[in-house]
């Protein structure tokens, strides 16, 4: 998989990386870890599963939620600035959305929501799944995570 690649440019450029998840529930995390020597890499993730966590864990704002709902762009974008903050990485980066079958509390549709920080600079892009099943759109999000990682470097 990707994720290889993605390793290995954080281990040539010297660079860590952080992960909140919410929808890929650890799934970023795991593919980076199969990679032998990864913890020179890896120095952690949070899985934020519930608004409640993501508030407690990652310092999500309540009001960030409120206004813009907990599958947005600048949800995800908190995210991944404090996952980068808190595990003190080079990168940071998260995903929160509706791999359904149901959706989330003001939200309306089958999404996610990516971030990535990569040193202070944040790029975040959005995915419909439209009628995948949960599975295939949590394997969707990990595969379009990885490759929007490897074009940073």
């Given at each position: 998989m ?8 954080c281990l ?6 952080g992960f ?36 407690k ?34 990168i ?11 959706v ?50």
């Open positions: 990707i994720s290889k690649k993605v390793f290995e440019e040539i450029n010297g660079l860590t990386i909140a998840e919410s929808m890929t529930g650890g799934s970023l995390a795991y593919e980076m870890i199969k990679n032998p020597g990864s913890s020179t890499v890896v120095s952690g993730g949070i899985v934020a599963y519930s608004i409640e966590q993501k508030i864990l990652l310092n999500i704002e309540p009001a960030l939620i409120s206004q813009f709902s907990v599958v947005s762009k600048e949800v995800a974008e908190q995210m991944a600035r404090s996952i980068r903050a808190i595990m003190k990485t080079d940071g980066v998260s995903v929160t959305g509706n791999a359904g079958p149901s989330q509390e003001n939200t309306h549709q089958l999404e996610a929501w990516i971030a990535i920080d990569f040193q202070g600079v944040i790029k975040s892009f959005h995915l419909e799944f439209g009628q995948l099943t949960r599975l295939k759109s949590i394997k969707k999000t990990v595969e379009f995570t990885y490759k929007k990682l490897i074009e940073c470097f």
